[in-house]
């Protein structure tokens, strides 16, 4: 069973920074790109950012590029975000997901993290 | 690039058909068949239910189906069942970015 696990998310002030964490099982890791997806309190979907099977490529939404850097160890079947000089807007469940492949769909999602921004 | 245009809202009764329509341009939704669509109830993480415009995965149910015509997608729930009452979800691939797009999110309402 393919299980998705997010984790690191909490309350950060503006400017703060964290690492998400999804911790991956149930299928070949290092097989299939890996997304970030956030969705603010009440509001759509939006995706962050994507990381190829190998780590080789990276892409992110032009809000967050510059802030915030994806990463995957293979040999943990692990995928991060590293989340930094946050805003009031940042403020998100973020969800890990899978990739069927590269750029094609997302076929498994995590339960989410839920990152908070307050002073 | 700015979201697929979705209808805020859409409902109908337990055993009639709806349909949600996803809108974008050539660049996204006209220009490639990889448009996806996601159900997320209250709470919970979203779900794939079609994908490449009108395929279903495993262990989805057959009342639902998508299809494209031009630059717009749909999505139809047939035999409307209290369970469908959520939030649904389009996406496409985009050549404005690499990263795809999502629509700006359907409620079902089942009355």
């Known amino acids: 069973e393919v299980q998705l696990v997010e984790s690191g998310g909490g309350l950060v002030q503006p400017g703060g920074s964290l690492r998400l964490s999804c911790a991956a099982s149930?299928?070949?890791?290092?097989?299939?790109?890996m997304h970030w997806v956030r969705q603010a309190p009440g509001k759509g979907l939006e995706y962050v950012s994507v990381?190829?099977?190998?780590?080789?490529?990276?892409y992110y939404a032009n809000s967050v590029k510059g802030r915030f850097t994806i990463s995957r160890d293979n040999s943990k079947n692990t995928l991060y975000l590293q989340v930094g000089s946050l805003r009031v807007e940042d403020m998100a469940v973020y969800y890990c997901?899978?990739?069927?492949?590269?750029?094609?769909?997302?076929?498994?999602w995590g339960q989410g993290t839920l990152v908070t921004v307050s002073s | 690039q700015s979201a697929l245009t979705q209808p805020a809202s859409v409902s109908g009764s337990p055993g009639q058909s709806i349909t949600i329509s996803c809108t974008g341009t050539?660049?996204?939704?006209?220009?490639?068949?990889?448009v996806s669509w996601y159900q997320q109830h209250p709470g919970k993480a979203p779900k794939l239910m079609i994908y490449?415009?009108?395929n279903r995965p495993s262990g989805v149910s057959n009342r639902f189906s998508g299809s494209k015509s031009g630059n717009t997608a749909s999505l139809t729930i047939s035999g409307l069942q209290a369970e469908d009452e959520a939030d649904y979800y389009c996406?496409?691939?985009?050549?404005?970015?690499?990263?795809?797009?999502f629509g700006t999110g359907t409620k079902v309402t089942v009355l």
């Open positions: 997901a899978r990739d069927r492949g590269w750029l094609q769909f997302l076929d498994y």
């Open positions: 149930g299928f070949t890791f290092s097989s299939h790109g």
């Open positions: 990381i190829s099977s190998n780590g080789g490529s990276t």
């Open positions: 050539s660049s996204d939704v006209g220009g490639y068949n990889y």
């Open positions: 490449d415009v009108s």
């Open positions: 996406s496409s691939y985009t050549s404005s970015n690499t990263l795809g797009v």
